[in-house]
């Protein structure tokens, strides 16, 4: 029987059960006796309680990206191609880690934001550490990259010995640490060299047990990576820290790293970081790089039932967190995983590429991530002034790619005017998200050089309207290219910012007179006949229709704000068919911004939603990054602003949740950022709204769509009653920090509340709450038979264990060996070497997902065979013993790879299990659920064979599996 709570069911007034209330002082938007109530309506809660922190998010959050992980079974391949690279992936928002090799050779690829080139202005790696443990020669290898805490952790077996490794980098400080632990089995020797960004033997020197490698980017900038082991006792010989791990002991390898960017002083710096660590305070900093995060991840969170999706958009804000933090140099193209010559200089690209990943800062209420941005644009403004002197203009004109301070690795326009003002784009929308007068302060004067220029170099017609000449929307088209629809888009936002700023600010009226005359009869967005459809088109004169992987013709629609579900009914059909002659779903320069514009304008949303799912899977690396031919970290974008804009949308000034949702899908979000400071809270199941909660950060009108339309709606400020709305477009005022719980009229504030805090409704039935079967008459059968689950771990060097068969075995057989009744599940196989290992599917659970919760046990008995009671299994064999029951959880994650452990403290993992079980016996297998997978569903239960480097066959039986 299913434990969840009932889902709010709209109460309408009059209906059976509910009460009319008194009408509120603020019903409806227009009008002057609005206004006024309006005025009253901020007036009486001004002096009320500031919303409580926000721990039902906190908890929400931290309870669903803890289901999510990054697994490789063998080392990444991608990682000095000069693009994104495939491997396991850590970082500060300065300096990344990126982990490449097996045990034997394991580099740490160092990259840091600052590390750009004095002489060619391009991204340089800083240096790599080498982990070597030659005596684990064909070791297993299986890798985790757990994002809720940041931190990869590495388990290499091989003959009875495993070494275990913890990798992170610091939140707080530019350290990277790796602790290293060696079970089983004798001694083994490990080296750990510091190396030069390509590899090679850098400047060394050594001083009270640490080793200092000094590294440089063509010379200039200079960096000092500083290393030492804590625990145990080391040598230091030449480039290289020598240990001999022993069994039981854990080893801390500490690095610092600092350049002279960041202080003169760098060489002692790096020494400092490391030079008095004790175990002690590495824990400490551990504590407090925990806290980091998870404070990161409180701040907002989505659930819904594709956990694809779902689970890229957590891995996306990961790396989001990796790659920028306030205070440091902004990451460029491929972020701060920089292992070798970084494709494009690996610079900042201005023509949408430095942008986008900035973006998906802003509605997931993750701005902090945005401060790094506007430094390099602002450092360049006295060089995008000589630009444009150069050329005749007035204000700035910027190039396709700049660097750090003023510089510049591509200097070329490529005929576009539009750079600056996309780069303007992340300013004016962080300003609009979140009215921050203060911030608009320090980009203010940037943004008027770009109105500068454009006021000077839009030019007018006869008609009264303003017309854009000669700026190509692709690089180098050639001239003419008249009103491109791209900066067409831009200049809207960017006067807009301006109007909006400086009414803000009470500065220069007499120019915003002209920047609102300007805003209003700029030249429409050109269109064109395309397929006997009205599509948008890239110019009025000149470039047409351009079908090369970009997506410029919808750019106007998203970044630049200029269509959408408030728009002109024509107007948003035509950028539908757009979107729909584009398709640029996955085109190399496209998804980071397509699926945003795909959703502003309620293209089909169950379209939008399959193919950010083909986003998240075929077009995503293990380590949770969307990855295209055309950039990096643009990418953090396409999952985060494309599933957002589906979820919540603001831009015109008008609040609507779920505004382009999929009918028959469930969904929910918490805290998500919408324009004018407002965190807004909601869920839908059964196509229907359950509530809507707003916080307001900086007070103001809050203007919303009806969620329940043609329906009153219960208000509640601070917890109190409020009265009933009613209307279609609803404008309420609103105090600073006061928080207004929303829901169809008569719904009580207790379920809300209650609403807020449990998870997303399943969408494919309800939950079950307990499972058991000792495959009996009357017990559960499984629903398959000798059936590999070949999303669930497939199958891999293992073959039919004899007479004939054709592949590995699970099925029930009666009258042989049981632990009660007189059935049990039977497994077998052959492992034939390599990455030998078999799953296979038993009991499928997901028309009622086994919910986990936080006490849930599993527990099963397990008789692996020797050649005492088969002969099917070598003498001598103990191959049967590395099989396990497994668990695949609705988000696609996997008990094997959770981290959790049984009563003994192995892993659960099949091949955790290998010679821990006792031949031709019953064992007793119990595994706590809850301390790794707490609050998963189980989708169905596998049992797994899994032991690289096996040969032979293998055979046992599976008795009375329960999880209660």
């Not at 920047?515 to 209003?520: H, P």
């Not at 000034?653 to 779920?658: L, P, Q, S, T």
């Not at 600073?736 to 509340?753: H, K, M, R, W, Y």
């Amino acid at each position: 029987m299913s434990t969840r709570l009932t889902r709010l069911r709209p109460v309408w007034p009059g209906a059976s059960g509910a009460t009319r209330r008194p009408r509120p002082v603020a019903l409806r938007s227009g009008g002057a006796a609005a206004a006024a109530l309006l005025v009253c309506a901020v007036l009486t809660v001004a002096g009320e309680r500031p919303a409580a922190a926000d721990s039902v998010t906190a908890t929400q959050a931290m309870r669903i990206v803890q289901q999510y992980q990054g697994v490789w079974g063998s080392p990444p391949t991608n990682l000095t191609s000069g693009g994104t690279v495939d491997a396991p992936l850590m970082g500060n928002g300065d300096v990344g880690v990126a982990v490449g090799g097996s045990i034997t050779n394991q580099a740490f690829y160092l990259g840091k934001n600052d590390f750009f080139s004095a002489s060619s202005h391009a991204i340089r790696p800083l240096g790599r550490i080498v982990l070597a443990v030659p005596g684990m020669s064909g070791a297993s290898y299986h890798v985790v990259q757990d994002i809720a805490h940041a931190a990869v952790q590495g388990t290499y077996t091989l003959s009875g010995s495993t070494i275990s490794t913890t990798s992170w980098v610091s939140a707080t400080e530019n350290l990277f640490v790796t602790s290293i632990a060696l079970s089983g089995g004798t001694t083994k020797a490990a080296t750990i060299s510091l190396q030069n960004g390509s590899g090679g033997a850098p400047g060394v020197s050594s001083s009270g047990g640490v080793l200092s490698a000094d590294v440089s980017a063509d010379g200039s900038p200079q960096a000092r990576v500083a290393a030492r082991i804590i625990g145990g006792t080391s040598t230091i010989s030449g480039n290289q820290i020598g240990v001999t791990l022993q069994p039981g002991v854990t080893y801390t390898f500490v690095a610092g790293i600092s350049s002279s960017i960041d202080t003169s002083s760098y060489q002692s710096a790096a020494v400092s970081l490391v030079s008095s660590l004790t175990q002690s305070t590495v824990n400490s900093l551990n504590s407090t790089h925990q806290g980091w995060w998870q404070s990161y991840w409180s701040r907002s969170y989505v659930e819904l039932p594709d956990k694809a999706v779902e689970r890229s958009w957590y891995g996306s804000l990961y790396l989001l967190g990796c790659v920028s933090r306030p205070g440091k140099y902004a990451p460029g193209l491929w972020g701060n995983w920089i292992t070798g010559a970084m494709n494009w200089n690996g610079d900042y690209h201005t023509n949408y590429n430095y942008e986008t990943p900035f973006y998906a800062a802003l509605s997931t209420n993750h701005v902090d991530q945005m401060a790094a941005y506007d430094q390099a644009v602002l450092d360049w403004m006295p060089a995008g002034q000589a630009l444009a002197a150069q050329n005749g203009f007035s204000g700035v004109l910027y190039p396709v790619g700049i660097s750090p301070k003023g510089t510049s690795a591509d200097t070329n326009l490529h005929n576009q005017k539009s750079n600056a003002a996309n780069l303007a784009s992340d300013m004016v929308m962080r300003y609009e998200y979140t009215r921050d007068t203060s911030y608009a302060g320090t980009v203010y004067p940037f943004l008027k050089q770009v109105g500068l220029f454009w006021q000077n170099y839009l030019t007018r017609d006869s008609s009264g309207t303003y017309n854009i000449t000669n700026d190509a929307p692709q690089e180098d088209n050639a001239y003419p290219q008249t009103n491109s629809i791209l900066s067409l888009g831009l200049v809207h936002l960017l006067f807009q910012g301006l109007i909006d700023i400086s009414t803000a600010l009470n500065q220069d009226p007499s120019t915003r007179a002209t920047w609102q005359d300007i805003n209003a009869h700029l030249a429409p967005l050109p269109t064109m006949t395309r397929n006997n459809q009205s599509v948008f088109r890239e110019t009025s004169v000149g470039t047409d229709w351009v079908n090369d992987g970009n997506d410029i013709a919808i750019q106007a629609v998203y970044p630049g704000s200029q269509v959408g579900l408030d728009s002109d009914p024509g107007l948003q059909q035509t950028a539908r068919n757009t979107v729909d002659q584009l398709a640029r779903w996955h085109g190399d320069n496209a998804p980071g911004t397509f699926y945003a514009a795909a959703a502003r304008v309620g293209y089909n949303p169950s379209t939008i939603l399959s193919n950010l799912d083909t986003e998240a899977t075929a077009n995503s690396y293990p380590n949770l990054a969307v990855h295209h031919g055309g950039g990096g970290i643009e990418n953090l974008n396409v999952v985060t602003s494309g599933l957002d804009e589906m979820l919540l949308q603001s831009f015109q000034n008008d609040v609507k949740v779920f505004p382009d949702w999929p009918a028959g899908t469930n969904g929910k979000f918490g805290d998500l950022l919408a324009y004018g400071d407002f965190l807004v809270s909601s869920s839908i199941a059964g196509n229907a709204v359950q509530y809507v909660r707003v916080v307001s950060q900086r007070g103001g009108n809050y203007t919303f769509t009806n969620p329940w339309p043609g329906h009153g709606i219960e208000l509640y400020r601070n917890g109190t009653d409020a009265g009933t709305l009613s209307g279609t477009k609803i404008t309420i005022g609103t105090a600073v920090n006061e928080t207004i719980d929303l829901a169809p009229a008569g719904t009580p504030l207790s379920a809300i509340q209650q609403e807020l805090s449990q998870p997303l409704g399943g969408g494919s039935g309800p939950t079950s709450s307990t499972f058991s079967s000792g495959f009996e008459s009357g017990n559960p059968q499984p629903t398959w038979t000798d059936t590999v689950d070949s999303t669930g771990g497939g199958v891999s060097a293992v073959t039919g264990l004899c007479c004939g068969l054709s592949g590995p075995e699970a099925s029930t057989r009666s009258g042989e060996t049981v632990h009660s009744g007189s059935s049990a599940l039977m497994y077998s196989g052959s492992a034939q070497g390599g990455s030998a290992h078999a799953y296979l599917k038993v009991f499928d659970l997901s028309a009622s997902p086994l919910a986990i919760g936080t006490s849930k046990t599993l527990s099963y008995w397990i008789y692996p065979q020797s050649n005492a009671t088969t002969p099917y299994v070598t003498a001598g064999s103990t191959n049967s013993t590395c099989a396990a029951v497994d668990l695949i959880f609705t988000d696609g994650s996997t008990l094997r790879d959770s981290g959790a452990t049984d009563q003994n403290g192995n892993l659960a993992h099949p091949a955790h299990q290998c010679g821990h079980l006792t031949l031709d016996a019953w064992n007793h297998v119990t595994i706590n659920l809850a301390a790794h997978d707490a609050d998963k569903q189980v989708n169905r239960i596998l049992i797994g064979y899994d032991q690289p480097g096996g040969s032979g066959g293998y055979r046992g039986y599976v008795d009375d599996i329960s999880i209660a």
